[in-house]
């Protein structure tokens, strides 16, 4: 069984205080788990893809903090997990241990570690072999564990203390008096044994806390603060209880059937980690009595109360223990097993726990997470994000499923589309859960013709609209108080956008039939130089053809190319055919010489040419969607054109000539 997407709460004592340490539930009914109000969102950057989500787990089973929000409204503990958990009953059994717990590695895909430190902190320990004591550790000592060859090794500041064959296990006993601290896991440990096994022909080891009964192994159980209702806690050791019986009867049974038995990396019924349940050893015991006493705290205390008070019980179906899966919060609302893991188990359905969810208080039942479509597009490696849709098939408690359900998230990008189940998704973004919705940004662009020009003279070029005679630029991206706003020409013309008088800076000009309005500031008013050139249906393009540092004007008709090196009318000073008719014509000094040529975009295809006599292009490449704007321009600064394209007022620029990604987005 999958437990690794479950949330647990492992600083119980620090993290009660964030609630009213309220022990004793109220005397009034128990009332309906759903029918309850969760908080709203907040609102966010609306240039931003949000995930807006609830609770944090996998949303099978029981809710802790459901079970918390349950207790503080007067439910008891039986009715709290056959809620949860639905055709189940709370039974007695007897699992006989001892459960061994896995401290390292702590999940199947961790390494198994080549060294340990044990803190002796009171008293002293014996070392073991074949029940044989090899050496004897002082209190107040650091050993070190390790594998030497064909031993084990056993040091205290660089010195061996002891030597002995690594061909059989190492054993640390504990009394239940002594303690001792791990290094590595920063934990204190006081039951049971500590167990060190040889990874076969490696230095690396299995180690392993081999607990006598099960009880003392939930007295270490860090998964629910301990100042929580009796109730909830109550419905914690049973849930753990369960789960932990299961565990060690599959494997008690895979060994009765011949097999070896343990997991594939460890010796061990259980891991210490949210993998299978969060055992933190003594600290939980220690809970409310200083960092470093050896005696149990008054959390400790209350944790292990409520372990003592359901003793022998089990959560069971059908006269069998059932496993019981929890997470901290579904949110308001489970979805099923079948739902979340693909596997149907009768009694893991889909739950409305609102009310209870609403009473238990939980920080994280509206939780955002916001990513630029730069950020997002790299997590899921698409280029630069530009949509995310969920697909139809969503949990009946608000859950995006598996691949096979229809349930897919699809982020699309400018380099690609990634479909994601929702926990690829929760994982690859930092969710808390997989019950959220995803909406993409939305932008405002103003309406009508797209210019690019360096509006300042600091030599980047940047966006620009002109709308029927409203010219708006934007001469800082992204800096949109900084916008420079006029009224120039009247609708129906076309706006071109240059250098027309060699000061650095582009202007706004407009074309009116065959006839050029130039104006050389940003402002309305006259227009400082005007004249006839081309026809009425040319296509009218700007570019500083001849390298002389001012832009003049050109005209494209079907694929002809008519440029002119003045501010006047007359005939056309080169003339050269280029593309197609129907394609778009760019202009761009593409190989940074100082002259604007020629370029075309057919469908997502580029062709630029770096001379004015037509003929192949010297280069060709592919950018952008077809319906997109191709755009020209020296975006980031630099003496050569580079391609970028606009899409629902965003450009995606590329800082060098060519395809690939977009090294930029700039949201009008």
């Known amino acids: 069984m999958n437990h690794t ?20 539930a109220p005397a009034h009914a128990c009332p309906e788990p759903g029918g309850g109000s969760l908080p709203t969102f907040e609102e966010t950057n609306p240039e931003l893809f949000a995930f807006n989500g609830r609770g944090w787990g996998h949303g099978v089973g029981m809710s802790q903090y459901g079970a918390r929000g349950a207790a503080v409204l007067g439910c008891d503990v039986d009715t709290i997990l056959e809620t949860y958990y639905q055709g189940t009953l709370v039974a007695d059994d007897q699992v006989d241990g001892p459960i061994h717990v896995g401290l390292a590695p702590h999940t199947p895909t961790a390494d198994a570690p080549t060294s340990s430190t044990v803190r002796q902190l009171d008293g002293q320990v014996t070392w073991r072999q074949n029940g044989t004591t090899v050496a004897t550790q002082p209190a107040g000592t650091d050993w070190a564990v390790q594998i030497d060859g064909p031993d084990w090794v056993l040091t205290a500041g660089g010195s061996v203390q002891a030597r002995m064959p690594a061909t059989q296990p190492l054993t640390l006993p504990l009394d239940g008096q002594t303690t001792v601290k791990l290094a590595e896991k920063d934990r204190r440990y006081q039951h049971g044994h500590l167990r060190y096994d040889r990874v076969v022909d490696t230095d690396t080891f299995y180690l392993t806390a081999v607990i006598d009964d099960l009880d003392t192994y939930l007295y270490g159980l860090g998964e629910m ?68 006493s050896s005696e149990r705290g008054h959390w400790g205390q209350q944790w292990a109360d409520a372990v003592d008070a359901t003793t022998g019980r089990f959560l069971t179906y059908n006269g069998q223990i ?43 039942d509206a939780w955002t997470e916001t990513f630029t479509p730069e950020e997002l597009g790299e997590r899921a490696d698409v280029g630069v994000a530009t949509d995310v849709d ?6 009946v408690g608000g859950r995006v499923g598996q691949l096979n359900q229809d349930s897919a ?37 103003p309406s009508g013709q797209v210019l690019v020009g360096d509006w300042n003279g600091d030599g980047t070029e940047t966006l620009g609209w002109y709308d029927d005679g409203e010219v708006r630029l934007r001469p800082e991206i992204g800096n949109r108080f900084n916008d420079i706003v006029y009224t120039y020409g009247v609708p129906g013309d076309v706006a ?42 040319d296509q009218p393009i700007v570019g500083d053809w001849n390298g002389d540092g001012r832009d003049t004007a050109g005209v494209v008709r079907g694929n002809r190319w008519l440029l002119r090196n003045t ?18 014509p760019i202009v761009g000094d593409w190989n940074g010489d100082g002259r604007d040529t020629a370029g075309v975009v057919r469908g997502r295809r580029w062709f630029v ?17 077809v319906g997109d704007r191709p755009l020209a321009g020296k975006f980031a600064g630099t003496d050569a054109t580079t391609n970028a394209i606009e899409r629902d007022g965003q450009l995606f620029v590329r800082t060098t000539l060519g395809s690939g990604s977009a090294d930029e987005r700039w949201p009008w």
């Open 5 to 24: 997407a479950r949330f647990a709460i492992i600083a119980a004592g620090a993290a009660g205080l964030l609630f009213a340490a309220t022990t004793t």
């Open 225 to 292: 603060p301990s100042s929580w209702p009796d109730a909830a806690l109550q419905a914690q050791a049973i849930v753990g209880r369960s789960f932990a019986a299961i565990n060690l009867n599959e494997r008690r049974n895979r060994q009765a059937a011949g097999q070896d038995g343990w997991r594939d990396n460890c010796r061990c019924d259980v891991y210490d980690s949210v993998f299978s349940q969060a055992y933190v050893g003594f600290e939980k015991e220690a809970e409310g009595n200083g960092a470093t």
């Open 322 to 364: 059932a496993s019981g899966n929890y997470a901290a919060s579904h949110g308001g609302h489970g979805d099923s097993s079948a739902f979340v893991w693909n596997w149907d188990v009768d009694y893991l359905q889909a739950v409305d726990d609102s009310r209870w969810a609403e009473a238990g208080g939980f920080p994280h």
């Open 390 to 395: 969920l697909g139809p098939n969503i949990g």
């Open 409 to 445: 998230v699809t982020i699309t990008g400018t380099e690609g589309t990634a479909v994601l189940s929702g926990d690829q998704a929760r994982r690859l973004l930092g969710l808390r859960s997989t019950r959220f919705t995803a909406t993409a940004p939305t932008y405002d662009p």
């Open 496 to 537: 071109v956008a240059g250098d027309f008088n060699g000061d650095g800076q582009a202007t706004v000009s407009v074309v009116r039939g065959a006839q050029w309005f130039i104006n050389n500031r940003h402002e309305g008013g006259s227009a400082n130089v005007r004249f006839i050139y081309g026809r009425a249906g």
């Open 567 to 584: 501010h006047d009318g007359g005939s056309s000073d080169i003339r050269f055919a280029y593309g197609r008719a129907g394609d778009q």
């Open 609 to 625: 040419d770096n001379s004015h006599d037509g003929g192949r292009a010297d280069r060709s490449f592919t950018y952008g969607r």
